[in-house]
């Protein structure tokens, strides 16, 4: 079946450094990709998407590509801020043809803290 | 505010009773769907409506589950006799259908109800 894979946290790290956080999947077909982030206190909102392989969604100063070889959908950002503290949640969305009506299958969540 | 809405934001309950949560989508919205997300995981895929329609089901909505959307605009989502294991936190979301086959419609979340059954 489809899954997603993420790494787990929390990734802590110092404001200003590189940020990754990576993201595997399986699935039927052709997904669409996203991230997803959970600020606390606060709903899910979409970060970024990308829905055909090698589609680079980018938001915020968040980047990611969808890697259709390596079925991964990894977040990268060049330099955090202490305001990117959250919990942030890859899914992705199964094509319709197999079936998936655009209901979203999240990995278990990455907590990022970012400390000054 | 137009947002996607959730009520009520928290519930304690006592094994065994039944609850409801209410869920207002973003209007014009024909989409809704419910997830649940327990401590430390993502949220799980529970049901969706496209307008009045439920159109599917996951496994993991036992029949103690029932959803409706009658008009196809808020939706309920009720547990009967409830379990510990449902204490979870419960999200809807809503999104735009214009068709279109593949096209991903954003889905947009609420804030979610956070239920605990003692």
């Known amino acids: 079946g489809n899954s997603v894979t993420q790494m787990e946290g929390p990734v802590t790290l110092s404001e200003e450094a590189f940020l990754t956080i990576n993201c595997t999947y399986t699935a039927t077909g052709y997904p669409s990709l996203f991230w997803y982030v959970q600020y606390p206190g606060e709903g899910l909102q979409l970060l970024l998407k990308?829905?055909?392989?090698?589609d680079k969604g980018s938001n915020k100063g968040f980047e990611a590509t969808y890697r259709k070889e390596t079925t991964s959908f990894h977040l990268e950002k060049g330099s955090v801020q202490v305001s990117d503290s959250a919990v942030y949640f890859c899914a992705l969305s199964a094509a319709p043809f197999s079936g998936g009506y655009n209901k979203l299958i999240f990995g278990a969540g990455t907590r990022l803290a970012v400390h000054p | 505010d137009t947002g996607v809405s959730q009520d009520p934001r928290h519930k304690i309950t006592k094994r065994g009773q039944n609850v409801t949560f209410r869920c207002d989508p973003i209007s014009e919205h024909n989409r809704l769907y419910w997830y649940r997300q327990t401590l430390g995981q993502g949220p799980e895929f529970l049901t969706y409506f496209q307008n009045e329609a439920q159109l599917e089901k996951s496994r993991l909505l036992s029949d103690r589950f029932s959803a409706e959307r009658p008009k196809g605009s808020f939706s309920t989502l009720e547990i009967q006799r409830t379990e510990q294991g449902d204490s979870a936190m419960y999200l809807c979301?809503?999104?735009?259908?214009?068709?279109?086959?593949?096209?991903?419609?954003?889905?947009?979340f609420g804030p979610g109800t956070r239920l605990t059954v003692l």
């Open positions: 990308a829905t055909k392989a090698d």
């Open positions: 979301a809503s999104s735009l259908n214009r068709g279109g086959g593949r096209l991903y419609n954003e889905q947009f």
